[in-house]
């Protein structure tokens, strides 16, 4: 108890970081802690071939940038190189592997307990993300098939499916982007709810940046979104998605009935073997952390304005996409939604004198 922290962050990736990048101009104390054995942050457990979606000079957290790409988008290689020498460059304070079990608040102050010790702090900071969270949805028949069922937090590469029967399962980047990946090995087929849309091919990541600001300072204004900002698309045509719909394979069908042993029953009837599926549906919010405060809703979110959680004082959620703030699931997107988290820090504590 001697040792009280102005603030933990629990997670370790690019939203925790630039939280810290703004801790250091300040005279606050703070403490990252991080799951992984390595700087990396979600990245670390991406597919192989995975990218970003905007070229490196769109893709920087405050204050440094992201070193010129041998490719057009960066690699996965080297987006955890980045972030390992921004850790570096700024001497962030940050302890790892730490699995934190559990956040608590008794007598105005934050006990988080980990799987190595407790620590004490004044303030959370929870940058945790999805990618801890993988969403399946419940299928009929599911239990039954024999086959090979991976989350796309699972995938890696195709090199196991070579030569076999894939099914790929979900509508969005992810779908689209495995889908072109397997299908050059496999014999694979896609399957989403209804046809995908997609982007233009000359739309990227540094457009979706500038349509989620304008969309920000719109709402800050209070003046109505303008057309565009609505039903863009929702894929992005990457160089690999691009190649997938010159190959012919860049087509859906609508789901199947049901599993059974050795694969599925279409709305016909008919039977199809399947050696594996590629669930590509998506993420919930990794907050199982937070249980003790009993502040998740139905939804699995928390009720928070901005990134302030309005039902537990010194609480703050970054980094969580559109629920927190728009674009701060992006390096270029969460300094904005960081900078505002420290600042509100600040007078917080400098309003309970502490």
Known sequence: MSDILDTIIVGGGQSALACAYFFRRTNLTYLILDDNPEPGGAWLKAWDSLTLF?????????????????????????VISYLKTYEERYK??????????????????????TNNQSYFARTVISATGILQKPYIPSYTGQEMFKGLQLHSSQYKNPQQLKGKKVIVIGGGNSGAQVLAEVSKIAHAKWITLREPSYLPDDVDGRVLFDLASAKYYALQKGEPLSPEQYNLGSIVMMPSVLEARE???LHTLRPFDRFYEQGVIWPDGSKEEIDAVIWCTGFGYALDHLQCLNLVKATGKIVTNGTRAT???????????????FASATLIGVGRSARETVKEIQEYLQERGT
Not at 55 to 61: A, G, H, I, K, V
Not at 311 to 325: F, I, N, R, S
């Open 247 to 249: 190959r012919g394979v």
């Open 54 to 78: 905007s070229p490196p000079e769109f893709s920087n957290l405050p204050g440094y940038l992201m070193p010129k790409s041998q490719h057009k988008y960066p690699t996965r290689e080297e």
């Open 311 to 325: 039902e537990q004082p010194g609480l703050w959620l970054v980094g969580y996409g559109g629920w927190t703030g």
């Open 92 to 113: 962030i304070s940050v302890e790892r592997p730490v699995h934190v079990m559990d956040v608590c608040f008794k007598n105005n102050l934050f006990e988080v307990k």
